[in-house]
């Protein structure tokens, strides 16, 4: 009875250390994995990195306090022809996070909304993942990652969020019992919606822009929020490999000062806090305007970008702070180009992007090959040594380009949003415009009720009408008689807007002034680049007719 005893307490310290060995074994496979921190701002423009020529005066000085962006222009990569396929928020990062172009959508309003365009999908901001589907999250959690999500949302569908019932009253009062209680229940909603897409951790969240929010006391910026919950997912899971998903709200507007870097950093989208977050250079306020009067900046509105930077600045020290900098890589992405953002113009659809890991990347400080934005999400899977799912997605990986090797990428970009489609090939660029038959044949009453209904939308946010001309030309991005907010600049500056076809020689006109279709010249270029659009739009759901 003693000797089986003892056999049996021998077997248990065998496999005790066994499972010892192999739970040691694991953990350190599990390190080897990087961390990913994907960082992505919202609507800059080229002058803002230093690194480009639009960030440098006349004399070669750098026009930004951006000592974060500095460091990962000096030590990382930089995508030197990044290029986005839906030049607005919600599509933008709907490529990001599915590796997907969003015309492949499912939620209901998507959907809806093109059976409403006899058939033709319309990308706009109502590209929305439905809770359960595969995202970014979705992918590194079967990794045995730690996933995280933060910041701006404008992606994840929380239908909580929406409709007469739940946007609260825009003259409402954060201080209300009442309205906080509203608004705690939208908040732990959108919460629970993110989590179903994939990720362990959501917090300091908002829904939409601040001014879209819906309460008028609480459409102010507050990147310390959105920079303390890239910290505490960091502190959180510094054990496990983790990917962190976190997105500002900034630059994009509001930019006046008192509602942006000088306002109150207790006022959140989840209502207003008892304390204001510490984890930026404290005194806030008083901290920014130190410095950028020390960089001889003041005056230049440049407060917003060091803020920005800051937020950028505090993951990287919370990364060295906890030992992981090291094994960590870091995407900072730009959504989207802002000169002609709205539309599918150059100035729309060129964005711009880093990659940083401690030590670099073989290929060196410029990467020049041809990056989409839906190329982000297979190539953070294959740098974290995941092959299997290359073919889920419309995407990319260009890790090889990065490792310095020979990369057979992308010979055409294409590009989608709204009523527009656009290929690039071969420095020639063709851009469609097409709108149901049945909008273009509506009268001037019916036009005048859709203006007057677009205008309505706008001002119950607090926000202007954008045309009172019923007989405008629609936009690109919205079927409203002079266009919609996010494509004004381009219908007002652009000349060929009007145009329905459109063919561009990029590399004599990168402005897009001449529009070559009537050319007979170039009918060779135009019947090629209809055959490549065409070869695009048969793998995508809706029609399109060229």
Known sequence: ?????????????????????????LTEDSKKKPNIIFFIADDMYPWMFNNTPEGKNKNGDPLNLTPTLDRMAKEGVWLENMKVVSPVCTPSRYNCVTGNYASRATNDAFVGFTKKNDGQTVIQWNSYIVPGEKTMGTYFQKLGYKTGFVGKNHLIESLSQVGESAVPDLLADPKDPQVIKDLEYRFTELQKDIKKSGFDYA?????????????????????????????????????????????????????????????????????????????????????????????????????????????????????????VLDNTIVVFFNDHGQDFKGTLYEGGVNAQAFI??????????????????????????????????????DGKSFKAALEGENLVGRTSMYHELGYARAVVKNDFKYYAVRYPKWALDFTLEQRKDTLAKYSKFRESFGEHAISKNPKAPYGHLEMVPGGGGAEHNAYKNHPNFTATDQLYDLKNDPNEKVNLFNNPQYAEQLKMLKAELNSYLSNLPGKFDL
């Open 356 to 393: 940083w890991k401690q030590g670099g990347f073989k290929v060196g400080n410029v990467l020049t090959n041809l990056v989409s934005n839906v190329d982000f999400l297979p190539t953070l899977l294959d740098l974290a040594g995941d092959t299997n799912h290359k073919n889920d997605f």
């Open 203 to 323: 917090d300091k969240l908002y829904h939409n822009n601040p001014n879209w929010l819906g309460i008028r006391a609480l459409a102010y910026q507050n990147t310390d929020w959105i920079a303390e919950g890239g910290v505490e997912f960091i502190e959180t899971y510094k054990d496990d490999p983790f990917l962190l998903y976190i997105a500002t709200t900034i630059p994009h507007a509001p930019l006046d000062p008192e509602r942006s870097w000088q306002a109150d950093r207790r006022i959140t989208a989840r209502g207003i806090l008892d304390k204001a977050p510490t984890v930026l250079p404290q005194p806030p306020v008083e901290s920014i305007k130190k410095r950028i009067k020390e960089a001889g900046l003041e005056g230049k509105k440049r407060e917003n970008l060091l803020w920005l930077d800051d937020a950028v600045g505090a993951l990287f020290k919370t990364l060295e702070k906890e030992g």
């Open 1 to 25: 009875m003693m000797k089986n005893r003892i056999l049996y307490l021998g077997l248990v310290v065998l496999l005790t250390v066994g499972c010892t060995t192999k739970s040691k074994k």
